[in-house]
């Protein structure tokens, strides 16, 4: 009963940002669980790696090699697919994106508001109304998982534009929710805490980057990427059918801490 209630075995579901990181660990954790996957990303080799070794687990794994900030292209690549599938059952919509050089609040142009804005939210917005549109005329009782972050509740010094991006996420969840209950389509958010990825490598193995985790989380330490498929599992399948509108941060306690001293 219990396996039945959270599976995903032959739903179909796509990914956005499956090239690495937290994307191509949902692909891994679905694969296995016997979903049918779309992946989509913009980097080719990394993608075909990955599919390559997915499938050797599942067969039933696809993948669109797409930059999801090509809007034009996006929708009538979505479109083609959905058609010729009858549309899917939910979608993650992961892909994301966090300069590594932190500007001064002040050196930041539009530019770098349209780059982080593009990637982290309007793909978001844009995949999510071509999605949620098929689900409806296909009556499909659909979930779609949008990917936020800590920072849309934890506000940190630098790169304020993910920050305000990633808020947005939440709200955006929120707001799809309500738009979307009446056709059966629940939205929900997933928040991330510090899981080490090509993002945030760079910071986490420094020995500040560890004395910044074991001060600031409560568990003292950073997430490991299993520590997120029990939410996963749970927006995807049908135990979250009474679920919508809601952001279920991961993070070891961290944006419920006190501000360290």
């Not at 794994?61 to 979505?78: A, G, P």
């Not at 479109?79 to 500007?103: C, E, M, R, T, W």
């Not at 770098?112 to 009556?139: E, G, H, R």
Request: aromatic content about 10%; charged content about 20%; hydrophobic content about 40%.
């Amino acid at each position: 009963m219990q396996n039945e209630l959270f599976s995903v075995k032959n739903k179909k579901i796509l990914i956005t940002g499956a090239s690495s990181g937290l994307g191509a660990h949902y692909a891994e954790v679905l694969a296995k669980a016997g979903a049918h996957l779309f992946l989509l990303a913009r980097r080719k080799e990394n993608l075909q790696y990955i599919v390559t070794n997915l499938q050797k687990i599942n067969p039933n794994i696809e993948y669109l090699v797409l930059d999801i900030t090509n809007f034009d292209l996006l929708q009538k690549t979505i479109i083609n697919l959905l058609d010729k599938i009858n549309g899917i059952d939910v979608l993650i919509n992961n892909a994301g994106y966090s300069p590594k050089i932190k500007k001064n609040v002040f050196d930041l142009e539009i530019s770098d508001w349209d780059d982080i804005f593009d990637i982290n939210l309007k793909s978001m917005w844009y995949l999510s109304n071509i999605v949620a549109k098929n689900m409806q005329l296909n009556s499909i009782k659909g979930s779609i998982i949008n990917i936020s972050s800590t920072v849309a509740n934890r506000t940190r010094i630098g790169n304020p534009f993910y920050g305000i991006a990633k808020s947005a996420v939440v709200s955006l969840t929120k707001k799809y929710a309500v738009e979307f209950a009446k056709y059966n389509i629940r939205v929900n958010s997933i928040a991330p805490g510090f899981f080490e990825t090509d993002m945030n490598r760079h910071f986490i193995q420094t020995q500040q980057g560890q004395e910044f985790l074991e001060r600031t989380i409560p568990l003292g330490r950073k997430g490991n990427f299993d520590e997120l498929n029990g939410v996963l599992f749970l927006f995807a399948s049908s135990a979250s059918s009474y679920i919508t509108g809601e952001c279920v941060f991961v993070d070891g306690g961290y944006i419920t801490n006190s501000i360290p001293n």
